[in-house]
């Protein structure tokens, strides 16, 4: 089955700095999302990005398909963007989501 | 417009007993999908119900079983539950236009389920 690996696993931040997250799969997608868990659990939609460039306030999103990763990057943290960062990627035919290792973010005041 | 709600948001159970987990899902969505995620890993996928019939299921032993009642909200039902079975429990809802499409995933704030 496809393989969804994130990088880096574990990113430590200043307050005010920027990041640059990636999600690398092992097949076609048709599918992409990025979610934001914080530390009750939930999962925060982030971004829908199947291929192309979204951006939303600080944080912005590029996936290239045809190369099979995606991009997130994150301007100007702030302590709330700590926790959990995953992609996770559906193919066609399926019906379900496979998420990807995860990024754990914690951003120091 | 009400988003994907979930409960109980906590349970602790012992190990042999059964739970069932519950899950509305957001206005205008027809297909729920369940979700584990163990400390410290990705989710990982149950099965998806899609119009009030299962339409896959992840590698779970057949003890996880599921319904979608015709209000699109579902269950999850665990019997015979193990110290693994300890997780947290998400349920994601979407709007699929065929068994074999799906769209974007919004995600309950999920059940900590606790066996001992």
Same mark, same amino acid.
């Given at each position: ?20 997250? +990636? ?22 939609? *982030? ?10 306030? +600080? *944080? ?8 099979? =990763?995606?991009?997130? =990057? ?29 990024? +754990? ?5 | 417009? /009400? ?8 349970? %602790? ?20 999908? !369940? ?9 990982? @996928? %149950? $099965? ?11 590698? @779970?032993?057949?003890? $996880?079983?599921? &319904?979608? @009642? ?5 269950? &999850?039902?665990?019997? #015979? &539950? ?13 709007? #699929? $236009?065929?068994? !074999?499409?799906? /769209?974007?995933? @919004? $995600?309950?704030?999920?059940?900590? &389920?606790?066996?001992?």
């Amino acid at each position: 089955g496809i393989q969804v690996e994130q990088s880096p696993p574990d990113l430590i931040l200043q307050e005010g700095a920027n990041s640059t997250l +990636r999600c690398n799969f092992s097949d076609s997608v048709n599918n992409l999302q990025w979610f934001h868990q914080n530390p009750w659990g939930q999962l925060i939609n *982030l971004f829908y990005i199947p291929s192309g460039t979204k951006q939303n306030g +600080r *944080l912005s999103a590029t996936t290239v398909a045809t190369e099979r =990763y995606s991009l997130l =990057y994150i301007s100007s943290s702030q302590t709330t963007d700590s926790g959990v960062y995953f992609c996770a990627v559906g193919t066609s035919g399926t019906y379900k989501y496979i998420f990807g290792t995860g990024t +754990r973010l914690k951003v120091l005041a | 417009e /009400t988003g994907v709600t979930q409960s109980p948001t906590h349970l %602790i159970k012992t190990r042999g007993q059964q739970v069932t987990l519950r899950c509305s899902s957001q206005s205008g969505h027809n297909t729920v999908s !369940w979700y584990q995620q163990a400390l410290g890993q990705g989710p990982q @996928f %149950i $099965f998806q119900y899609y119009r009030e019939e299962e339409n896959g299921r992840g590698n @779970f032993p057949p003890r $996880f079983s599921g &319904l979608q @009642f015709p209000n699109y909200s579902s269950e &999850l039902n665990v019997n #015979a &539950l193990e110290l693994d079975d300890s997780a947290l429990y998400l349920c994601a809802s979407s709007l #699929a $236009f065929s068994r !074999w499409r799906n /769209t974007e995933a @919004f $995600f309950g704030q999920g059940t900590r &389920l606790t066996v001992v």
